[in-house]
């Protein structure tokens, strides 16, 4: 199994780069991200919780997004241990956002006799972050990417909230940064270098 953690800031590309890399391994796709906007969209009382919170910029409660989680994977083993998985693994894109989600999703994929394999960053630089979000803003019709200020503000809870992530899996020597500026397919070249890596590291 590759069970990859896809990190970066808002606007790094986690969203571009999983769609690349879902065909390339033959991945299920995790982003807690859509799993709460499809939440909005069916109206159910988490969704209405998630779109007070995301409309200021701000994380859902860690329970929320660990509780989505969790159902998925659940929902995405095979029904008996001896049957073949069918897919390759999990790409988890904007999970975990904080250290308690990254202790949580230990624990959840030890259940399933599993772990992280890497996570790869894309390192993008402020000023980058706000420009591409306001372009996306103006033909996504996501309320958080409608004004600078909000985009701010969510850079600012990645600064704050989520970059510890990072450590926590710089100390399982698991954390690898990419550079996430220029060409999208030369960006996906250089995860899938790291994910070869990281992959016969762990034979
Ligand atoms: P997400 O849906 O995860 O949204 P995101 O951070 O904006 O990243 P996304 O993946 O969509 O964008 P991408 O970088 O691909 O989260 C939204 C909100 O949900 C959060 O603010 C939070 O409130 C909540 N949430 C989600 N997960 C949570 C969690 N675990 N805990 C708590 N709260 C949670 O792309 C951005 C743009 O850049 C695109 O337009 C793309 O075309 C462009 N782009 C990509 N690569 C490029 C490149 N190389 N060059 C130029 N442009 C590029």
Do not use: W
């Amino acid at each position: 199994m590759l069970n990859l953690v896809l990190f970066g800031p808002p606007g790094a590309g986690k969203g571009t780069q999983s769609e690349k890399l879902i065909k390339e391994y033959n991945l299920i796709h995790l982003s807690t991200g859509d799993l709460l906007r499809s939440q909005i969209a069916a109206g159910t009382e988490l969704g209405l919780r998630a779109k007070q919170l995301m409309d200021q910029g701000l994380l859902v409660p860690d329970e929320v997004v660990i509780g989505m989680i969790d159902y998925k994977l659940r929902e995405n083993q095979p029904a008996a241990a001896s049957e073949t998985p069918t897919v390759g693994g999990f790409i988890f894109d904007g999970f975990p956002r904080t250290v308690p989600q990254a202790e949580a999703l230990d624990h959840l994929l030890a259940q399933y006799d599993t772990k992280i394999t890497t996570m790869v960053a894309l390192v993008v630089d402020d000023e980058e972050l706000i420009r591409r979000l306001l372009k996306r803003g103006e033909t996504s019709g996501r309320p958080d990417d409608q004004n600078e200020e909000l985009i701010r503000r969510r850079v600012m809870e990645y600064n704050n909230k989520t970059k510890p992530v990072a450590d926590y899996y710089g100390q399982q020597d698991k954390y690898v940064a990419i550079d996430g500026i220029g060409d999208i397919d030369t960006i996906f070249e250089a995860i899938c270098s790291e994910i070869k890596r990281a992959d016969v590291g762990a034979e």
